[in-house]
């Protein structure tokens, strides 16, 4: 079973938005935080953005600041991803994920201990 699942994903025309929605899947954890890949055909998995429970913080990619937001719902493991003003260069699998050992280094993916199946989203010029 998944521990973690996305939807949401589709195709948007460039300068659209799209939501996309994560959640726990029937397991119980706790996680200090939750974040967005995304990964691209050909290319390495990418940092997107990451939530921290503790103290609310949120945390962008550079190529994403001003565009996209995380708000998220701590207790209940479930984050989001508002994506507006979607450029063709977002076209990415995105995937969810959660940081159960309160990792230092958000944007690393090997510092996350669960992962949902990835939600398709892809933007048209």
């Known amino acids: 079973q998944v521990p973690l699942v996305e939807s949401g994903g589709g195709l948007v025309q460039a300068g659209g938005s799209l939501r996309l929605s994560c959640a726990a899947s029937?397991?119980?954890?706790?996680?200090?935080?939750m974040a967005w890949f995304r990964q691209a055909p050909g290319k390495e998995r990418e940092f997107v953005a990451a939530?921290?429970?503790?103290?609310?913080?949120?945390y962008y990619a550079d190529s994403v600041k001003g565009r996209f937001t995380i708000p998220g719902d701590g207790p209940r493991n479930a984050v989001y991803l508002q994506m507006n003003l979607l450029k063709p260069v977002d076209t990415a699998v995105y995937y969810c994920?959660?940081?159960?050992?309160?990792?230092?280094?958000?944007?690393?993916?090997?510092?996350?201990?669960?992962w949902g199946q990835g939600a398709q989203v892809t933007v048209v010029s």
């Open positions: 029937g397991r119980t954890f706790s996680s200090y935080g």
């Open positions: 939530i921290r429970w503790s103290v609310g913080s949120t």
């Open positions: 994920a959660a940081d159960l050992r309160a990792s230092s280094v958000l944007e690393f993916p090997a510092e996350y201990g669960l």
